[in-house]
Nanobody
Framework: QVQLVESGGGAVQAGGSLRLSCVFS????????MGWFRQAPGKEREFVAT????????YYEDSVKGRFTTSRDNGDNTVYLQMNNLLPEDTAVYYCAAGAGTWNEADYDYWGQGTQVTVYS
């Protein structure tokens, strides 16, 4: 059984920061690229960021470039999303996922349950 458990969501004022964590269990964590997706109210789920199995490569959606950073600790089976200078439009449920490490959610095999991020002005 593969499980991804997310934490770190909450409410923050615009300009603030949050760090999301996602702990992976059940398979060999370092064999998977990891991705972050988000779904805002009434919107489709969208790609946010991805990180390769080694952590050497990252890629970000344009709207979060320069503000968000994803990293991973394979020893702790944990992937992180550091979110700085948050904007109200970042408000969404954030999901971590394990898979092939593309922008396409169909390329991910396992998903966390999501954590709510709310940014108010």
């Amino acid at each position: 059984q593969v499980q991804l458990v997310e934490s770190g969501g909450g409410a923050v004022q615009a300009g603030g920061s949050l760090r999301l964590s996602c702990v992976f269990s059940g398979r060999t964590f370092s064999s998977y690229a990891m991705g972050w997706f988000r779904q805002a109210p009434g919107k489709e789920r969208e790609f946010v960021a991805t990180i390769s199995w080694s952590g050497a490569y990252t890629y970000y959606e344009d709207s979060v470039k320069g503000r968000f950073t994803t990293s991973r600790d394979n020893g702790d089976n944990t992937v992180y999303l550091q979110m700085n200078n948050l904007l109200p439009e970042d408000t969404a449920v954030y999901y971590c996922a394990a898979g092939a490490g593309t922008w396409n959610e169909a390329d991910y095999d396992y998903w966390g349950q999501g954590t709510q991020v709310t940014v108010y002005s």
